[in-house]
């Protein structure tokens, strides 16, 4: 039987067609004073973390030969529009139009040091703040603890789903997926096709054949499925000119969505089998980027139903080989440009410009998380949107190119968790380890103590408990 109702544990309504399909709504005004609760722990915010490899092209003064800052901005304090543009010749000022949305952190170190495969594990300690158990970190290290997005999911999410784990990534069985845990040597696994990410959203996996080809073939639509509850919603005297608007838009980009996948089919096995078969371009970066942008599209829906509270989006494998292309050229691969040679350990022939190219890949980079944050700007809410109910992270395994070290990881946040976070600022956090990081953006979404607190402990128990002051609005 079809329903129009609410979730038991957000905001958000949906609609549930007698198929099984089921369609989250984004905020409706009409219905707010029926389902919206005082902000805190009960009304949880939304954390999406994304995730670049290989460090950023931040200065290296004791390097040889030394390198120039082409990541940060110049200047600590407030950010704004003029002056991101100003700093054109930095990586971030990509990111210029969402100034005012914007906690840039430096000053954030790993809380492990790192040896043997540093991208090992600076990958397997990103978002658990864990050391492995390995005397030498490998391709097979893994995380003695529970990763942050495993927390907030299992603690905020409803009736105790996972996270949302995507990678946009040909998987070629080194460091895959890096990032999220269940817990102690339990790496989860991520979704590399926003078709199938998609369709689980929607409830579409136990469709029955006739219709999910009809789908796939662009003669139906997910919103079919759902058509008479749509018009009994639309229909209601009481909803607003704004509500209908939300609607119109929400169901616009469900189907612009599914003709972009139809089109696509990404990462399918004829296209992997192509890619493969290409040889010197095992990792097309035009086809890593639409995924990529594909992926956030699905993340800005599933956002906005209230499918999740926690995203992880993996780019690259875990030292990210993929040869990404700038003005018209195709890079060499990026971990070959990380390590500034033509090879992936320390003999190979220097590569021409490869700070700038570096640089050019973090563009690359903050462009897709800008991605990001449109589209959840895009959403309206009670209190303005919904970037403002959460936290997206751009983060990074490794801090620099050559030597990458975990000093200054560079950490770029957007949307404030409803004020509780600082925005339109860059800080520096006094080299704190970056668990405090993570307790930081924990808290923000809404994750306490048993006894209410915030959270001040995540990650391993040797580790320095706190907050960082400076992210604190």
């Known amino acids: 039987m079809s329903s129009f109702g609410r979730h038991p544990f957000t905001r958000r309504l949906f609609l549930t067609g007698a198929t099984g399909v089921t369609v989250g709504l984004p905020f409706l005004e009409t219905f707010a004073s029926k389902v919206v609760r005082a902000a805190g722990p009960d009304d949880p915010g939304f954390v999406v973390f994304m995730r670049q490899g290989n460090g950023c092209s931040q200065a290296m003064q004791y390097s040889n030969p030394a390198e120039p800052e082409m990541f940060w901005p110049r200047n600590l304090g407030a950010l704004t529009t003029a002056s991101m543009l100003a700093d054109s010749d930095r990586a971030t000022s990509e990111l210029s139009a969402h100034a005012d949305k914007l906690l840039m952190v430096r000053g954030v170190r790993g809380a492990f040091s790192i040896s043997g495969c540093g991208h090992a594990r600076g990958a397997l300690q990103a978002l658990t703040a864990q050391p492995t158990g390995d005397a030498e970190a490998s391709n097979n290290s893994l995380a003695l603890g529970e990763s942050l997005d495993n927390r907030i999911a299992r603690e ?7 996270p949302l784990t995507l990678a946009a990534m040909r998987p070629y069985n080194f460091l895959d997926s890096v990032l999220s845990y269940r817990g102690p040597n339990d790496r989860r696994g991520a979704q590399t096709n926003p078709k199938v990410a998609f369709d689980d959203i929607m409830g579409l996996v136990n469709l029955d054949e006739g219709s999910a080809n009809a789908i796939a073939m662009r003669r139906q639509s997910v919103n079919d499925l759902v058509r008479n509850q749509m018009q009994s919603l639309l229909s209601r005297s009481d909803l607003s000119s704004d509500d209908r608007n939300r609607l119109d838009s929400h169901f616009s980009a469900i189907r612009d969505l599914e003709i972009r996948l139809a089109e696509c089919t990404p990462l399918g096995a004829s296209t992997v089998s192509s890619i493969n078969a290409i040889d010197g371009d095992h990792q097309n970066g035009d086809r890593v980027v639409e995924v990529a942008e594909l992926h956030i599209d699905v993340i800005a829906l599933a956002i906005s139903c209230g499918y ?33 040679i033509f090879a992936d350990g320390s003999d190979g022939d220097p590569i021409p410009d490869a700070q700038s190219k570096h640089a050019a890949v973090d563009r690359i980079h903050a462009r897709l998380f800008g991605r990001l944050l449109d589209r959840l700007s895009a959403y309206t809410t009670e209190t303005g949107t919904l970037l403002d109910k959460g936290v997206c992270a751009w983060i990074n395994d490794l801090s620099n190119g050559p030597p990458h070290s975990i000093n200054n990881l560079p950490y770029i946040l957007a949307g ?20 405090k990081l993570l307790n930081t953006v924990a808290t923000a979404v809404g994750l306490r103590k048993s006894g209410g607190e915030p959270v001040d402990d995540f990650g391993h128990a040797s580790l320095e408990r706190g907050l960082i002051d400076e992210m604190i609005a």
């Not at 905020?156 to 996972?162: A, H, Q």
């Not at 993996?314 to 500034?340: C, L, V």
């Open 416 to 435: 404030g968790a409803d004020g509780y976070l600082r925005t339109g600022t860059y800080v520096d956090a006094g080299d704190a380890p970056h668990n």
């Open 156 to 162: 905020l999410n409803p009736d105790g789903r996972g």
């Open 308 to 340: 999740t509270h926690a995203v992880t989006l993996q780019i690259g494998n875990g030292n990210d080989s993929t040869r990404y292309r700038w003005q018209g050229e195709q890079f060499p691969s990026y971990h070959w440009i990380s390590h500034r």
